[in-house]
């Protein structure tokens, strides 16, 4: 789509923003100068591109000589008082000549056509959008001085390409972080993202819409809470697994600072709960404690007279995920939280449905650990019976591979549980044992800074041999809660020779995390490097799709069955 039709397009959707559903709230704005109109929110969204579009190409700001975030705080004001476009190009124009003034020292090198994913900076030859002498000044910019290879507010670890945020203050210490900071934090967050986004392409919705549609509820989001929410749903638009806002949990919705001992575990689309957890009996509140009429197995149908579904609707913009596999498993947790005292639940026991009470205590008093993990109890290492090994990632350590691969020498078969977070990375340790010549896994994309918005393919990641070799049959066990590295692991050992993989689709969420400071001292992240097979299929938000889809049931589930794992055993046997 033309630029100039999208910019078109963004303005006919400020009718809807700028709706009554979504005004301001009723309580006074005391920080704010101006109500926004849909003049005034289309020059913040050009403004927030423009600068932007600089902040990573112009060398007068790459090279760090320029307080980029100084220049936008002091001129905020001055350009939220123009009421038209025009005015607002000439100042943008004067301040891109200004920066032309400054002593420029770069070179330009033609990009290489062969790029994984390639820029898109047709807008700023776009005369209608942004006048003849800003797109020309910003065109000039392009095709004579090309950004160069080392970037102030950017850089990438060694070795592996991610891009490290640098020089990013999160203005933790702002006593009031007024509007000009909020609207930084979305510039700044969506301009990495443009620019440094290895998944960019991933997004379904227009990413200039995504900023054009935030302006006015950053500038008007002068409640604490307010913000972080409204960094929540910027940062959930991304669509990756990797990007929330860790630190704005507590103003996420549920809310409320309790919950029933119970986790919850969305199997095919249906919340089940999953496991009792453990409840600390040294809380004078929790004497003679009562879970209540829960039990592992049941169906939740609804909450307090709100249905599920209705709750997974209105909950899911505050909640960053590659896929809805990964973003059910991560609204399942607060399902059942709220505050402290009695609710009451719907529920669906062996085909019957049923209404029961139960009660929320606080947060502190119940001992997570283990209640969201699906893989098998007991030993790291353990012997199934009938010639099957069984090795869990979840609490493996790096110092007993080795011992491990001696020991399932002995066995027929070997079933590598990754249905959770490895305690440690064991990609090459132990896949090196478990291929015969050199194997290719994976491959990335990874970003050029001297062309930023350009990703270039690397060569192909293998697994080298080592002896001993294992030759027996390979199973791997994945589902939801298989994430980055997870996944990565999954890729590895998947191409071994005859291995399959059992389970259900995984997070999606691959790539060394790059970390991004907000203003407010807040953070989330994006994935950093693009994580492909070696054929250039693509795993984020697709997850690793298991050679054999197996779901648990609820049935299963209240009999304290591991049907993922009964369904490997199943195929060893046969």
Known sequence: MPDLSRFVLCFIALSFLLSPAFSEPSKEKTDLPFALDSTRVGNLYLSGKVWGY??????????????????????????????????????LDAWVAE?????????????????????????????????????????????????????????????????????EPNYESVDKLDWRYRLLALYRFWSIVEYWSPYRDLIDTDFDEVLLSFVAQFYSADDPDDYARALMALTASVQDGHTNLWSGIRARPPGGDATSPFSVRFVAE?????????????????EGFDIGGLQPGD??????????????EQWSPFYGASNRPSLLRDISPYLLQGAAGTFRA???????????????????????EGGFLHDRDGETFQDLGDGIAYIKLSTIETADVSQYVDDVQHFDALIIDIRGYPKSFVVYSLGQHLVSSSTPFARFTSADLSSPGTFYWTEPI????KEPTFDGKIIILVDETTQSQAEYTAMAFRSAPGAIVIGSQTAGADGNVSRIPLPGGHHTAISGIGVFYPDKTPTQQVGIVPDIEVLPTSAGIRDGRDEVLEAAIRHVRE
């Open 54 to 91: 600089l902040k990573y190409h112009h060398p007068a700001v790459t090279s760090g000589c320029l307080d980029w975030d100084a220049e936008l705080l002091n001129r905020l004001p001055e350009l939220l008082l123009l009421q038209d476009r025009d005015k607002l190009l000439v100042m």
């Open 99 to 167: 920066l032309d003034g400054i002593d420029q020292n770069a070179s330009c090198t033609a990009a290489a056509s062969s790029a994984a994913l390639s820029r898109d900076l047709s807008w700023i030859s776009n005369s209608a959008l942004l006048g003849h002498s800003l797109s020309t000044r910003l065109s000039t910019a392009e095709t004579s001085s090309k950004a160069p290879s080392k970037q102030h507010y950017v850089g990438q670890v060694s070795g592996v390409g991610n891009p490290i945020f640098q020089n």
């Open 270 to 286: 249906r919340p089940v709960v999953w496991k009792r957890l453990r409840v600390s009996t040294d809380l004078p509140e929790n």
């Open 299 to 312: 169906v939740l149908h609804a909450i307090d007279g709100e249905s599920i579904e209705y709750l997974v």
């Open 346 to 368: 719907i529920v669906e026991r062996s085909g019957e449905m049923l209404e029961i009470e139960s009660r929320r205590i606080p947060l502190r008093s119940i001992n997570r």
């Open 462 to 465: 293998s697994l080298e041999p």
